[in-house]
């Protein structure tokens, strides 16, 4: 496992025409009503390039493991390819919990 802290980020682009960010890093479960069924596009990418298709820099440090992008009407998430986190007996659900929470309307504030 790498040395690098490791933390999945919640990205929100909000508006139809411009889009604002807002995101707090977190890989915290997320409420039970945020839980359940949605429909989203998925895209999977290699672990590299999570951030570059969720375009965001992080800091020093730091690494994006997977994002939501919320923009009318299409919501996308953004994870990276399962199989290594299944190899190496990771919780890639634990990722993907979070981000769908997303899509289903959970703030990327990640209130209660």
Do not use: Y
């Not at 889009?19 to 359940?36: C, K, Y």
């Not at 375009?55 to 690494?63: D, I, M």
Request: proline share 9%; with cysteine; glycine share 8%.
């Amino acid at each position: 496992m790498r040395s690098m802290k490791r933390l999945a980020l919640g990205l929100v682009l909000l508006g139809c025409s411009g889009s604002a960010m807002a995101g707090i890093w977190s890989n915290a479960l997320p409420p039970e009503r945020f839980r359940g069924a949605g429909t989203a596009v998925v895209q999977i990418v290699p672990a590299w390039a999570v951030s570059a298709h969720c375009g965001v820099t992080p800091p020093a440090g730091w690494e994006i493991q997977a994002c939501a992008k919320h923009s009318r009407p299409l919501r996308t998430v953004i994870l990276p390819d399962p199989c290594p986190f299944a190899e190496a007996g990771e919780d890639f659900a634990r990722r993907a919990c979070h981000e769908f929470a997303h899509v289903r309307g959970w703030s990327a504030q990640h209130p209660d």
